[in-house]
């Protein structure tokens, strides 16, 4: 448990850090990319796409960094997490079709409330989807369910019929910058552990290759 204590500081500090270091980054790189464009509409210089490719890779992983920095303010709301569920779903929903992908909501009960910080909670699940869809290349079924577990706390399923993790990957999770995707940034899953950490829940994973992930995460209820 100790060396958990220290994994789970450590990434803290990485994630500020980090946080800090893409801000420096991002004020540069904005000029060097409206360069690049002026560039490409003059008629371009040799290898612009690349370098305008390139450059909106960096800007992806610098702001996604960003969002790990705390929030100007944080609101922590009374939240109906049913509603929350179904807006992000809902946002989701183009990139999904596009995919030929379904969601499948279920609940085993009415009223699950939670108290949090909406748009970080709603980051959540907007990275654990990604993350199934992005699995599923023949496109296929996501089962979201959300249902009451022991001593006042809700649990909510995301299952997908994706290319599953093989065992050696899943311990790893949550790592920064551990991705296996060729446009993967690998901080998704460190931002979502930091997030559900800060809201006193859990988040665990059961896996088989070929045949689909199920990603679990636990939240206490309002009592
Ligand atoms: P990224 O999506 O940018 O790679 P993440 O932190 O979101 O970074 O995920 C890290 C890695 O975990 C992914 O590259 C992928 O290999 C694996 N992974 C996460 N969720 C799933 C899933 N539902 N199915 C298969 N692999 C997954
Ligand atoms: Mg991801």
Redesign the pocket.
Known sequence: AEEQLLQSEKLSIVGELAAGIAHEIRNPLTTIKGFVQIYKSNGGIEYTDLLLSELERIETITSELLSLGKPQVIQMNHTNLKDLIENTLELLLPQANMNNIQFKLSYEGSSFFITCEQNQIKQVFI?IL???M??MHEGGEIHLNLRKGAEGKCIISVR?E????PEE?LKR??EPF????EK???????ICHKIIKQHHGTITYH?KVNEG?L?EIVLPLVS
């Open positions: 990275n990604k993350n199934a992005e699995a997908d994706g290319c599953g993790i990957i999770l949550g551990y991705t296996l995707k993967g940034t690998g901080l998704g899953l460190m896996s992930t990603v």
